[in-house]
């Protein structure tokens, strides 16, 4: 079966600094999402992605984060200045539409010391 | 706004033995609900679904009833076996806003103990 791809598998880094959490969505997929799950805590829906913008976005999607499809395989999320509180699990998803069951990926685990 | 509420867990049981994980849920729509499972080193995968009050959802031996009066939606399997220890989710779309954006609930540990 096809699967979404997320790299690194961990990430740790100093707050303060960019991030970039990569994401190859199955192939002919047209939707994108980033949900995250902080230790403990619920997975929460951050973004989703259609037609190279963002379709909707939650609260928690602040100036902070941005997405990306820079090359029509690969879904990135940026956080540009990160915080102790970004940390979590990311995970990426993907689906052939809107109403169409999501495909996650394994996630990338983002500490941030 | 929408939620989902599971049943604290973890939960660890023998094999062979029944499961219920409770579901409710908070919606201002119709949603849809899900059941997802994560086994580990892997992402989300969905279990089951339904779309519509009485929908029963079914796969893999669980099955979980959309209950609109109770506004519930409890995940059970007959017999569990030791293949069936993952992370648990629910989590419902509310048609009216996205298709696709899913509210999730906090997620149940099961352990299955041969």
């Known amino acids: 079966e096809p699967e979404v791809t997320q790299t690194p598998s961990h990430q740790v880094t100093q707050m303060g600094q960019e991030v970039i959490l990569r994401c190859v969505p199955i192939?002919?997929?047209?939707?994108f999402y980033w949900y995250r799950q902080i230790l403990g805590q619920k997975v929460e829906f951050l973004v989703s992605f259609y037609n190279n913008e963002i379709s909707e976005k939650s609260e928690i999607f602040d100036d902070q984060f941005s997405v990306e499809r820079p090359d029509g395989s690969n879904f990135t999320l940026k956080i540009r200045s990160t915080k102790l509180e970004d940390s979590a699990m990311y995970f990426c998803a993907s689906s052939w539409t809107s109403n169409e069951k999501l495909f996650f990926g394994s996630g990338t685990q983002l500490s941030v010391l | 706004g929408d939620s989902v509420t599971q049943m604290e867990g973890p939960v660890t049981l023998s094999e062979e033995a029944f499961l219920t994980i409770n579901c409710t849920y908070t919606?201002?729509?119709?949603?849809?609900l899900f059941w997802y499972v994560q086994y580990p080193g892997e992402g989300l995968q969905l279990l089951l679904k339904?779309?519509?009050?009485?929908d029963k959802g079914s796969n893999k031996g669980f099955e979980a009833t959309y209950r609109k009066e109770t506004t519930s939606f409890h995940l059970e399997k007959g017999s569990v076996q030791v293949s069936d220890s993952a992370v648990y989710f629910c989590a419902l779309s509310d048609d009216e806003t996205s298709g696709s954006r899913l509210t999730f609930g906090e997620g149940t540990q099961l352990t299955v103990n041969p």
């Open positions: 919606a201002t729509g119709y949603p849809s």
């Open positions: 339904a779309t519509k009050a009485d």
């Open positions: 192939s002919n997929h047209l939707y």
